[in-house]
């Protein structure tokens, strides 16, 4: 099953990953300018119609494109990295 990304309900003090990211960031310009959403679509063939809902299509592509420019060469090391740097939890469209 294709699964999709909801945003979680907010708890606490927000932090607005939007105001911290400067304008001519990276990952920042990246967002804007490609748009993914046909993933689903393309993806949607390969997946079951039961079972446990997969990652997002999309955050799994942005995630594989991080390793690439960051130079990352494994998984673990890609989640580490995106859990630290607010520019790319930004790209990936995770508040916190």
């Known amino acids: ?3 999709t990304k909801h945003p979680a309900p907010k708890q606490g003090h927000p932090l607005l990953l939007d105001q911290c990211v400067p304008q001519q960031n990276l990952y920042r310009r990246l ?4 748009d ?6 393309v993806v949607q063939p390969f997946y079951g119609k039961c ?3 997969s990652i997002d299509p ?3 592509f942005k995630l594989m494109l991080v390793g690439h420019l ?6 673990r090391a890609i989640i ?4 630290l740097r607010l520019d790319i939890l930004y790209f990936l469209d995770y508040a916190s």
């Not at 960051?70 to 998984?75: M, Q, V, Y």
């Not at 580490?80 to 859990?83: D, E, F, K, M, V």
């Open 1 to 3: 099953m294709v699964g």
């Open 31 to 34: 967002k804007h300018a490609i």
């Open 36 to 41: 993914l959403s046909f993933l689903y679509q």
């Open 51 to 53: 079972g446990r809902q």
């Open 58 to 60: 999309v955050v799994f």
């Open 70 to 75: 960051e130079n990352l060469t494994s998984d």
């Open 80 to 83: 580490r990295c995106c859990q």
